[in-house]
């Protein structure tokens, strides 16, 4: 911290070169609240965390400046949120509760302090939100800037819920809106229509740069019986795609059940776009999407929007769907 | 795999973008071994791997390339196991056992799909030194390679062994020879002299390309009563200073002790530079240090280099070591 203060006095901003590896380090450090149960926490080798039920779960992902955020188009804070909550909704995906996340960050030297921080804040607020902590990292020189999560979690003795259990006769149900993110996206790529009321697009923006995952949703979908879960990430298509591959099933979505679509209608009204390529192949929201048996009750909070049948594939309103739709990050930039 | 086949006879060399994400999944997936202890392998959100003791061992670190390999300098095998090794170590230095990793890799879309495969060899051929599988990862589209690795462990009972438990009195060991890594990177800087022996540059250069960690010797430390425990990434000295810090003691390194000196007295000999330094400040060798109380005895493949002391701070030979030492990444590249 010495490094820090004598940098910001001499130069007005300090970059991530200024402070060096270990000053950032220290700086990251100190906005971490103490890890719940860990034995060991940040700032050794590796951490040691409690996890009663003798079994954690764990995902990893990353994310590349230019393909998966703008830092003109979302704050550090944001783009810290939106790392930690695709990766703990991975892990609310299996059922299971977060409980700790590890991150990396590759930065260029040239970078304010600042955004590092900002960053890291963001995580802390969104991995408090899921009652996850940050229990290590990395943080190394690069030209470009990437995030690197790990999410780890705890089933607390539930059998984890995976893409390969959906059954013929299943009902389909989804844990919030999706297409908001796609929308708050093409918003800010196309500008913002002027006829387009002004709570609407902030609420898309905002769904865009900060999707707020409902974790408690895996867990509960766990204890309803849900029989195959996954993280919407890369649309919800896509990714009941993986569902019924995984599940040798197909899956029919209508249209009509979607929740939360009117949002979407009045903005692609006025970009002159299609809604439904939103809600049905836009990615990044992390809803939670799931199945459940027939005769099950799906947690108060999820809407069912579709069924499980036999044969393979998905279909949408009981048509096949053909399209390649969803996102391919090898096809695609942000 | 369909694509792989396909762009093979249209285009001689598939890339990346060739099998695109999903294509590029299933081909790093097909050269995993089943994960032993696993309920949930890789495919889905998440991994869940049984940890019977009840707590996990976690760390993550960030290779960039141009800062921590380069692919002209060391092939995408020798990156691969490289980058296992040296989160590998990270959880032998607790006291644990390796018993998975995670891997993310940011790639871009014109890479050769066959070096990202040998990346992955390499990862699944140094796991499997380590006792460890790969359980989860994670490919995305970036404009320069980066590898983001999550190595997970197993203390199965024993209190993990951190950098803080070093009282003054105790006796400093380390598990291997240090400074290769340093050596064989002078070598590859500085071209190889006519008159160095061809054998030894070569098992120089493999310190540096392909580090092989001995795993065991961190569990062993601990069962020995190691009473703090580093891996040696960054230089001797410096991760030795981060011993005495956290353990707020001195350590004093007798360079008369340091095992395996002599190849790098040859070398040192030939490019004109300081073996010393590459012994003291050099990093990447992976050998443990650990600290022992002065009446036990480390286990038979630790050598005993120093003394840990009152004060703070590291001595050399009894002198203050006054040098920044050791590799900042900030500073240095490659």
């Given at each position: 911290?010495?490094?820090?203060?004598?940098?910001?006095?001499?130069?007005?901003?300090?970059?991530?070169?200024?402070?060096?590896?270990?000053?950032?380090?220290?700086?990251?450090?100190?906005?971490?609240?103490?890890v719940?149960?860990?034995?060991?926490?940040?700032?050794?080798?590796?951490?040691?965390l409690?996890?009663p039920?003798?079994?954690?779960?764990?995902?990893?992902?990353?994310?590349?400046?230019?393909?998966?955020?703008?830092?003109d188009?979302?704050?550090?804070?944001?783009?810290?949120?939106?790392?930690?909550?695709?990766?703990?909704?991975?892990?609310?995906?299996?059922?299971?509760?977060?409980?700790?996340l590890?991150?990396g960050?590759?930065?260029?030297?040239?970078?304010?302090?600042?955004?590092v921080?900002?960053?890291?804040?963001?995580?802390?607020?969104?991995?408090?939100?899921?009652g996850?902590?940050?229990?290590?990292?990395?943080?190394?020189?690069?030209?470009?800037?990437?995030?690197?999560?790990?999410a780890?979690?705890?089933?607390?003795?539930r059998?984890?819920?995976?893409?390969?259990?959906?059954?013929?006769?299943?009902?389909?149900?989804?844990?919030?809106?999706?297409?908001?993110?796609?929308?708050?996206?093409?918003?800010?790529a196309?500008?913002?229509?002027?006829?387009?009321?002004?709570?609407?697009?902030?609420?898309?923006?905002?769904?865009?740069r900060?999707?707020?995952?409902?974790y408690?949703?895996?867990?509960?979908?766990?204890?309803?019986?849900?029989?195959?879960?996954?993280?919407?990430?890369?649309?919800?298509?896509q990714?009941?795609?993986?569902?019924?591959?995984?599940?040798?099933?197909?899956?029919?979505?209508?249209?009509?059940?979607?929740?939360?679509?009117?949002?979407?209608?009045t903005?692609?009204?006025?970009?002159g776009?299609?809604?439904?390529?939103?809600?049905?192949?836009?990615?990044?929201?992390?809803?939670?999407?799931?199945?459940?048996?027939?005769?099950?009750?799906p947690?108060?909070?999820?809407?069912?929007?579709g069924?499980?049948?036999?044969?393979?594939?998905?279909y949408?309103?009981?048509?096949?769907?053909?399209?390649?739709?969803?996102?391919?990050h090898f096809?695609?930039?942000?």
């Open positions: 911290m010495g490094v820090w203060v004598t940098t910001v006095a001499q130069e007005g901003v300090i970059t991530v070169a200024d402070l060096g590896e270990f000053g950032l380090i220290a700086a990251i450090q100190a906005l971490l609240p103490p719940a149960g860990a034995e060991v926490g940040v700032g050794d080798d590796a951490a040691v409690s996890i039920d003798g079994r954690v779960v764990a995902s990893t992902d990353l994310l590349v400046e230019g393909r998966h955020f703008r830092r188009w979302s704050s550090a804070d944001d783009i810290g949120r939106k790392a930690a909550a695709q990766n703990l909704a991975d892990i609310a995906a299996m059922g299971a509760t977060p409980i700790s590890l991150f960050l590759a930065i260029p030297g040239v970078l304010p302090a600042e955004w921080l900002e960053v890291t804040r963001g995580m802390v607020a969104e991995c408090r939100r899921a996850a902590a940050i229990s290590g990292g990395d943080v190394t020189d690069s030209d470009s800037v990437m995030l690197a999560i790990t780890l979690g705890d089933l607390a003795g059998h984890p819920v995976t893409r390969a259990g959906a059954r013929p006769g299943d009902r389909v149900a989804i844990s919030a809106a999706v297409g908001r993110s796609a929308a708050g996206l093409a918003l800010l196309a500008g913002l229509p002027a006829d387009l009321p002004a709570d609407v697009a902030a609420e898309l923006l905002a769904a865009h900060r999707p707020e995952p409902d408690a949703a895996g867990p509960l979908a766990a204890q309803a019986g849900a029989t195959a879960m996954i993280d919407v990430s890369d649309g919800l298509i990714d009941l795609g993986h569902v019924a591959d995984a599940s040798e099933v197909s899956v029919d979505v209508q249209v009509a059940l979607l929740p939360g679509t009117a949002i979407l209608r903005t692609a009204d006025a970009l776009s299609d809604w439904r390529l939103w809600a049905l192949a836009g990615g990044e929201d992390h809803a939670l999407a799931a199945t459940f048996p027939r005769n099950s009750q947690p108060q909070t999820w809407t069912v929007i069924t499980v049948g036999s044969g393979r594939g998905i949408v309103d009981s048509a096949p769907w053909n399209s390649a739709g969803g996102w391919n096809l695609s930039s942000c």
